[in-house]
């Protein structure tokens, strides 16, 4: 026993620096890629209801007699509301989640940093509602027979990586706002997806809202990230684009630099600013 | 069956459910969360409803699939709500085995714990109906609703959505890593099949019975035809029943699922008691 006591301190003593930073993030983003795929029914309910939504909506559309190409239009921010629903659920929230369960005071204990945990968090909670995201579009194309004509790969990869580093930059941000939230947290999680989704344009082109209510809009990553998206990817896209996709990408990679430095520094001040208050460990149902 | 103890479970429950629903913020604040979100909800249809036909709110499109949608807003609130109860107890506050040993009638608890659901829900469908009347030209004229026909309806709609609610609130007792998903899954299958926000002839041919099947869509049509009678009656999905056929196909409905709903309480509240699933705590 003494052995394998000497052992794991030794080995924790020379994790350190950025290597012991690299394996948190590792360590963070491995329940959420693997985990999250062991459950293959949860695959399918998050597939699943957002289908639910996305075909309403493309029914409503055709109710209402809408071109074709909404029905693309839908799809695509049917799949991105999973990203929107797991920034708010798993990495907003999820800083109150892991008080409730009193893991946030062994993440403050540990010697590594938070900042690290929520890169993990929101490296892995990427790339399983990316699994996801793809799902709900392989699957509403199919169902409703969508065309896709992309003008260029190479805009398309970045806009998407871009649109994803700012939101989850975003996530992070406001999960150290969460760190100071008690029972309040679930309630404003709740709050924060349906205005969302109407502000961001998730279901119809951004351009169709007045010029200043768009670009405020553009602040929450996904809405200049779709309307890119949309405009690269459907033959009538540009047409509807609220701007051109390459200033679309410059203000995405301003948005990167600025969410992700942002959390860092939030981060830091409100995880001072939770152990002055003694907010770490107490639990407000 | 004692009627104290079920009055005394669904009193309780409701005053326990407001302050649960209520006290977590200043009464602004609280005012504000429940307005927004069906507002923001409502407004996504607008918006797309405007985008194509460049704002027309005269087509009898418009009402149809606003009303639909202000008051599935019930649908969400009530029915899932009373299932959410289980989960809130059981897994949040980690009450629920306590309810078990209390003097208390569950069905009555829960439903109770549906009651503080509705009021919420009810301000946030007369925002959602006073949104639309004053800024959105919905043709809602006080003085042409048949108000007998919308509260027999009102009433009979939301007693089958508690109902809806005690069957899913028996099946969460027995379910442990999905019983998120199961109001959700509900709440969005009726969604989309009730024809809440377009009519059930836009639906693939297959698919209409379902639709046809769901108590919802009646409700649904009897609630439009209440408040604005001539446009609902345009539209051909439900045009062969009268009122009367409605409500009473509504009645029956309401009545199956009372029953099946107390047989499927009692039976999932059986087997959770017998595989200790009471007090199950899964930290999901």
């Known amino acids: ?285 | 069956m004692n009627r104290s103890e079920s009055f005394r479970s669904f009193r309780m429950a409701t005053w326990l459910g407001w302050q649960i629903e209520a006290n977590w913020t200043d009464p602004f604040l609280f005012a504000v969360y429940i307005i927004i979100k069906p507002l923001a909800s409502v407004a996504i249809l607008v918006v797309m409803y405007s985008i194509i036909t460049k704002g027309n709110y005269a087509s009898p499109v418009f009402p149809y699939i606003y009303l639909g949608n202000a008051f599935y807003i019930y649908v969400a609130f009530v029915m899932t709500g009373i299932s959410w109860a289980v989960i809130e107890d059981r897994e949040h506050y980690r009450t629920l085995k306590y309810m078990y040993v209390a003097p208390l009638n569950m069905p009555f608890y829960l439903l109770g714990r549906g009651v503080s659901r509705f009021l919420v829900a009810s301000v946030a469908v007369l925002i959602t109906l006073l949104v639309g009347k004053f800024f959105l030209h919905l043709p809602l004229d006080l003085a042409g609703v048949d108000w007998g026909l919308f509260l027999v309806s009102l009433f009979l709609g939301v007693t089958m959505l508690a109902m809806l609610g005690l069957i899913l609130a028996g099946l969460t007792l027995l379910i442990v890593n999905h019983h998120f998903a199961i109001g959700d899954a509900v709440a969005g299958a009726l969604y989309l099949f009730s024809g809440a926000i377009f009519p059930l002839e836009v639906l693939p041919a297959w698919l209409r019975p379902v639709g046809f099947a769901m108590p919802i869509t009646y409700w649904l049509e009897l609630m439009r035809r209440s408040l604005i009678g001539n446009v609902a009656e345009a539209f051909p999905t439900l045009a062969s029943f009268s009122n009367g056929q409605l409500l009473g196909i509504l009645f029956g409905l309401t009545v199956l699922f009372a029953i099946t709903s107390i047989f499927t309480f009692r039976w999932c509240d059986h087997l959770a008691r017998e595989r200790g699933l009471i007090d199950w705590v899964t930290n999901y």
């Not at chain 1, 957002?50 to 809408?66: K, Q, T």
Request: proline share 3%.
């Open chain 1, 1 to 285: 026993m003494k052995t394998n006591d000497s052992l794991a301190l030794s080995t924790s003593e020379k994790v350190t620096g950025w290597r012991l930073f690299l394996k948190t993030i590792g360590a963070r983003a491995y329940p959420r890629v693997v985990g999250m795929q062991r459950e293959i029914s949860w695959l399918f309910f998050d597939v699943f209801l957002p289908m639910l939504a996305v075909s309403a909506y493309v029914f409503v559309y055709r109710a209402i007699g809408a071109p074709e190409e909404y029905v693309g239009f839908v799809i695509v921010g049917g799949a991105m509301t999973a990203f929107w629903l797991n920034i708010l659920w798993s990495m907003s929230s999820q800083l109150y989640w892991e008080k409730e369960t009193g893991n946030l005071g062994l993440y403050i204990m540990a010697p590594n940093s938070l900042m690290a945990i929520l890169l993990g968090m929101a490296i892995g909670g990427l790339v399983a509602t990316a699994l996801r995201a793809v799902a709900i579009i392989v699957l509403g194309s199919l169902l409703f027979q969508v065309q896709y004509s992309v003008t260029s790969f190479t805009q398309l990869l970045a806009v998407f990586f871009l649109a994803m580093t700012a939101l989850y930059g975003m996530g992070m941000m406001s999960a150290s706002f969460f760190l100071l939230l008690s029972r309040e947290a679930w309630h404003i999680a709740n709050l924060a997806q349906e205005p969302v989704y109407l502000v961001s344009g998730f279901y119809f082109p951004i351009k169709s809202f007045n010029f200043w209510i768009a670009a405020s809009a553009s602040l929450i990553p996904l809405t200049l990230g779709l309307d890119a998206m949309r405009q690269l990817v459907f033959p009538s896209g540009a047409a509807l684009g609220f701007l051109n996709v390459t200033i679309e990408i410059a203000i995405l990679i301003v948005l990167c630099v600025v969410f992700l430095a942002g959390a860092k520094f939030l981060l830091d001040y409100m995880e001072r600013l939770a152990i002055r208050e003694g907010r770490i460990t107490e639990s407000r149902r």
